[in-house]
T-cell receptor
């Protein structure tokens, strides 16, 4: 089974520029997550989608970050304009909720996009 | 205060040693608990779930103490391949939100 795919793997931009990241979740997974992981910290949830609807975006800096999952499969995360403090790894994850076996919370992470803002 | 707190380490231990990591969480409404493992410059991967009754998987044992809001991970007979960052994770809320600790770095020495 193919895992979560992300691109690009690395991106270097100057502050105030724009950048976009792409994620393709595991086939059939309805829930998709974007996390930001700053060096030395654990991942922090930015936004969670259930199919193409937003479930939680409480920690997304909406003045500069946006995300969409138009057809309930792939997703893009955009930063416009970028700041120095946005330098981090952006991780996409997906999960499948299996109610027959109780709640299954395992999230499968993609390899991440390492963003450097100079 | 962070919602999930871990000792960042690093823990430097020789091969064969037993090492224990601890984690505390502040939200008593947290409903599920996990340990994830993250290798250097890689993505996090689920290591094991944590239950009040204890959960053992080979050399790894996880334990939850809800009264003290405390989670532990014990690794016996450490291997070089166990070197990684171990992330304590708490799940809460109707959306099953994962809250990660900062991680504890383990370095197993030959």
């Amino acid at each position: 089974e193919a895992g979560v795919a992300q691109s690009p793997r690395y991106k270097i931009i100057e502050k105030r520029q724009s950048v976009a990241f792409w994620c393709n979740p595991i086939s059939g997974h309805a829930t998709l997550y974007w996390y930001q992981q700053i060096l030395g910290q654990g991942p922090k949830l930015l936004i969670q989608f259930q199919n193409n609807g937003v479930v939680d975006d409480s920690q997304l800096p909406k003045d500069r970050f946006s995300a969409e999952r138009l057809k309930g499969v792939d997703s893009t995360l955009k930063i416009q304009p970028a700041k120095l403090e946005d330098s981090a790894v952006y991780l996409c994850a997906s999960s499948s909720l299996n109610r027959d076996r109780g709640h299954t919370y395992e999230q499968y992470f993609g390899p991440g996009t390492r963003l450097t803002v100079t | 205060r962070k919602e999930v707190e871990q000792d960042p380490g690093p823990f430097n231990v020789p091969e064969g040693a037993t090492v224990a990591f601890n984690c505390t969480y502040s939200n008593s409404a947290s409903q599920s608990f996990f340990w994830y493992r993250q290798d250097c410059r890689k993505e996090p991967k689920l290591l094991m779930s944590v239950y009040s009754s204890g959960n053992e998987d080979g050399r790894f044992t996880a334990q939850l103490n809800r009264a003290s809001q405390y989670i532990s991970l014990l690794i016996r007979d450490s291997k070089l391949s166990d070197s990684a960052t171990y992330l304590c994770v708490v799940v809460r809320g109707a959306t099953n939100k994962l809250i990660f600790g900062t991680g504890t770095l383990l370095a197993v020495q030959p």
